[in-house]
């Protein structure tokens, strides 16, 4: 496999970074190709902006969906962009390394979804979900988080169920752009849990990762479920 | 009212900003005090990051929510934290004003609430939800988007229930430091609609801003339906 982590967490020696780096070695150590974007020590920009493009196709008034089909097709795109752009187009297998904060990604890594999932190669008017631009890759979210499960279990828990929470990031971005969403690998508690315990989901990580080609991915919509007005059919 | 409108748009001339234009002269209009955080034009730094504290309690290793503790109670905050928690204390409506940028907000808002939503005087140990240290005060987003409202209408639209896409903002974020939040105003299919139903929606918009004390907020937890360990109590 063709691997591209993109990790995002403000301090280089947290659980978090050292589940990257096991997931690194694993993947390597049974032939994958593994490329790392550590957002933080990248310093990427996070903010969408009109300085994203050199040249722009309205220079007075920013459109920033139609300016990324423009500077996809004129190649004026920021090479920070176009970097993550080659990234991920070379790679068929995305993992998100984060730790959950206010029940997403930390806004340096939604900044990487705000900037790098272009509209034109990797979306755009009836492309999208299974026929989105990267349909035929896999993705999977590996999250630390400080909740214990029974806090995210179902919707009567006292946070809701994790999978809605999930949401935007599996189903409107990465399911929206092509992915196959791996169900989360989910590190919880772990601020408050002893040394033995981070080695047991260092682990389960290294397990999950083996057993990567078992899994099936989340359900998510296919476009032929819905009319062409994206009304549900019947029986969808 | 004392108002404060956080308002993230890369486009001084959007569509966004005509509404969150509005909202200040409406407000200001019947007599309430408004403050304007509009974080493209402040330049809003939304990576959450060890520099975020002048003195570190544990400079070795960085743990942000502990940080934000520390700094608030040594007042070792970065002044543009500082200035947005000193506002935020201030008022007693907060309004949000965005796109929806793949599910929810703009990373530049995003790292407003991992930056400024800090970690002991907004929530800590069981002070969340109604416990949470801005209870008493009542926020509302107002965002504009490009989907109709038969896309996002319940859990058989192409992208499930709005409702559902908002949980990590409005439940897990507002409601967790204690807001009452009151429904969304959506501006549906903004890039692609005429100049006269954008004024139609300026005018809802203007009709639900003089009626706000009519709303009944959004359903959330509260703690006395959890035990101890927050699980959830029978009945609940």
């Known amino acids: 496999m063709k691997v591209l982590i993109v990790h995002a ?45 050199r040249g722009r196709e309205n220079p007075d008034y920013l459109v920033y969906a139609m300016e990324q ?37 930390p806004a340096i890594m939604k900044g990487w979804f705000d900037r790098v ?29 400080g909740a214990r499960p029974h806090m995210l279990e179902d919707e009567r828990s006292v946070h809701g169920a994790l999978d809605t929470a999930l949401r935007p990031v599996q189903r ?18 772990v601020p408050y849990v002893t040394d033995e315990a981070r080695r047991a989901i260092l682990d389960d990580y290294r397990a999950r990762l083996r057993g990567l080609d ?6 998510f919509p296919r476009l032929d479920e819905f009319d062409d007005r994206l009304n549900p059919l019947a029986g969808g």
């Open 117 to 145: 999932l272009l509209s034109g190669p990797f979306y755009g008017g009836k492309r999208f979900y299974d026929r989105g631009g990267l349909s035929g890759r896999r993705a999977m979210l590996a999250m630390t988080l």
């Open 69 to 105: 089909r423009h500077g996809w097709q004129a190649r004026t795109l920021a090479p920070d962009i176009l970097a993550e752009v080659e990234k991920l187009q070379w790679c068929d297998f995305l993992l998100l390394s984060f730790p959950m904060f206010w029940g997403g990604v």
């Open 172 to 189: 409107m971005t990465l399911a929206y752009v092509g992915f196959a969403v791996l169900p989360p690998f989910v590190a919880w508690h």
């Open 214 to 219: 078992a899994l099936a991915p989340l359900r």
């Open 9 to 53: 967490h403000p301090e280089p020696r947290s659980f978090c970074a050292a589940m990257k780096d096991m997931a690194v070695a694993e993947l390597r150590a049974r032939g994958d190709t593994v490329e790392v974007s550590d957002l933080y020590a990248m310093h990427f920009d996070p903010v969408a902006r009109g300085e994203d493009f």
